[in-house]
């Protein structure tokens, strides 16, 4: 039985960047297929731009509450 991967969309900032570090470890390793590797790249490259929408979106946060002055 194959594990069901949760969707990036709906992972937090620490999730996303704790599964970017394994698939960057097992990506280094060169034991996965071809195959493997496309699709480890593929989801890498999806929870890279969701942890970067997350820290824009923190970003925009603190620059409303600061009135976007910089801290």
Do not use: F, H, N
Not at 24 to 53: N, P, Q
Request: proline residues 3%; aromatic residues 2%; negative net charge.
């Amino acid at each position: 039985m194959q594990t069901k991967i949760p969707p990036v969309d709906g992972l937090s900032y620490e999730q996303c960047r704790d599964e970017l570090i394994a698939i960057v470890s097992k990506l280094e390793a060169g034991a996965a297929t071809l195959d493997e590797s496309m699709a480890l790249w593929e989801r890498g490259e999806a929870l890279a731009k969701r942890c970067e929408d997350l820290l824009d979106g923190a970003q925009r946060t603190i620059e409303a509450v600061t009135g976007g002055a910089d801290v």
